[in-house]
């Protein structure tokens, strides 16, 4: 049974304080701020209150309204006590509910974009995410690496990426690691990386994470990833392709979201990266979710480019396997325009 005492107010003498008696020893941390309440009180029907238990308690009618102070005592343990860092992210959705059906010789198209790959170098074959784990012995630090060089890559050409990725490895001491990172000043991370894209808004709070949450090391899920600043959908299936080798999903980047759609491999046309994954991961086997990604970037680099792509050299316009093809029809000798020259 709870018990009450009382006491004289400081702030009025008409009032009496009522607090619940519990040992000192917990009253600092169970009690809630005390609560101020307006008492309304009509002349006509009171004039003298008295508590029954206690004599020399008693509240006499002063004025219209009365403050009184009202300590809450109550342990509240139904609320459990939430950090500021417990809001979590919605998780990455992974399928559709109605799959999206596969396109028509899609099999065919696919074979032949990877026979033209296999003629031609692309910058993502020499400077991808994938080669910069190549300069560190350390487990952690190519994973971490390879994180760094996707963080840095978003809207940003490979040749780019690869040389700040490597200016700052050799700015912070030669290696690429969470402590490394952490410990560099921020003029030093933002010399290096003045050249990437957006890189005024590519901050490294991922790797205060990393030093905290996960032991310095990369997370092996999608959503984990997604969960640290600067880390989208692409970037979090990119890593675990190369840093964990776990085939998950689809990374879609600008290229494959671009050459996906003009090879119209969508009933409608997406908007957005996530839309074209999903759709994706709807009907291409499991088996090529890890290597679109680097087919496909490669294509649209070297042939399938965002501005004027080269479909003369593709064959997939010469086999009519392309919507979007655009040929230049030779011009007849017959039909040049013929140029006269008067005599003035």
């Not at 619940?20 to 917990?26: E, F, L, R, V």
């Not at 680099?301 to 792509?309: A, F, M, W």
Request: positive net charge; glycine residues 4%.
């Amino acid at each position: 049974m709870t018990r009450l005492s009382a006491r004289a107010s400081p702030h009025h003498s008409a009032v009496t304080l009522y607090e619940t008696d519990q040992p000192s020893t917990s009253r600092s941390s169970s009690l809630k701020p005390s609560k101020r309440i307006k008492l309304e009180v009509d002349e006509s029907k009171f004039t003298d209150i008295s508590d029954p238990g206690t004599s020399s308690t008693s509240l006499r009618k002063t004025s219209r309204t009365l403050k009184l102070e009202e300590t809450v005592s109550e342990e509240d343990t139904s609320l459990p006590v939430k950090s500021k860092s417990s809001k979590k992210n919605k998780p990455v959705q992974q399928s559709l509910e109605t799959p999206h059906p596969a396109p028509p010789r899609w099999k065919e198209v696919y074979d032949a974009i990877k026979a033209m790959r296999a003629q031609t170098v692309a910058p993502v074959d020499t400077m991808g995410c994938d080669r910069a784990q190549h300069n560190e012995e350390d487990p952690k630090n190519r994973r971490f690496s390879t994180l760094v060089s996707l963080m840095l890559s978003s809207q940003t050409k490979d040749e780019v990426t690869d040389a700040a990725v490597k200016k700052l490895r050799a700015a912070i001491g030669g290696t690429l690691s969470v402590a490394a990172i952490i410990s560099a000043d921020d003029a030093t991370i933002s010399d290096a990386i003045a050249k990437v894209g957006f890189w005024r808004r590519k901050n490294w709070k991922a790797a205060l994470r990393l030093r905290d949450d996960f032991d310095s090391d990369v997370p092996k899920t999608v959503d984990e990833l997604c969960s640290l600043t600067g880390v989208g959908p692409k970037m979090a299936f990119l890593t675990l392709h190369v840093a964990w080798n776990l085939n998950v999903g689809i990374g879609v980047d600008v290229h494959v979201h671009r050459i996906t759609n003009r090879l119209g491999w969508h009933q409608r046309p997406t908007k957005k990266p996530e839309e074209t994954r999903l759709n994706l991961q709807s009907w291409l086997p499991i088996e090529l979710h890890r290597e679109i990604n680097h087919t496909l970037v490669g294509f649209g680099q070297t042939i399938c480019v965002p501005v004027g792509p080269k479909c003369d050299s593709c064959t997939l316009s010469t086999e009519g396997l392309c919507p979007s093809a655009r040929t230049k029809t030779p011009e007849k000798p017959d039909e040049a325009e013929e140029t006269i020259f008067c005599r003035p």
